[in-house]
């Protein structure tokens, strides 16, 4: 299990064109050069998360990497309902669980 923490890419994670750029940069520094790797994402400190930022890196990494992801169940509400507006758009369901679980 490899952990990606949110917060490196900042506080407020909320455009959409943001969003793409940090796939972008996951995609490449973590997804494509660990084929087959558990990855959990850590979003200690992040304060916003917009679901059009969510559905960017989230949603896509869903579509290309299933089975790959999961998230820090202890995240708050507010940065959770990022993740419920996708799952609903994308239809795809997110695993939430503790950092030393996966």
């Given amino acids: 299990m490899k952990i990606i923490p949110m917060r490196s890419y900042g506080d407020f994670?909320?455009?959409r064109e943001d969003g793409r750029q940090v796939y972008e940069a996951i995609k490449r520094?973590?997804?494509t050069s660990h084929p087959g790797?558990?990855?959990?994402?850590?979003?200690?400190?992040?304060k916003v998360l917009a679901p059009s930022f969510c559905d960017e890196v989230f949603g896509s990494w869903m579509e290309?990497?299933?089975n790959t992801l999961a998230?820090?169940?202890s995240m708050n509400h507010a940065l959770k309902a990022a993740f419920e507006t996708v799952e609903?758009?994308?239809?795809?369901?997110f695993r939430f669980c503790a950092p030393g679980a996966v």
């Fill in 64 to 66: 290309e990497f299933p």
């Fill in 88 to 93: 609903e758009t994308r239809r795809v369901r």
């Fill in 71 to 73: 998230l820090d169940q």
């Fill in 29 to 31: 520094d973590y997804l």
């Fill in 37 to 46: 790797i558990q990855f959990f994402c850590d979003f200690q400190g992040v």
């Fill in 13 to 15: 994670l909320t455009s």
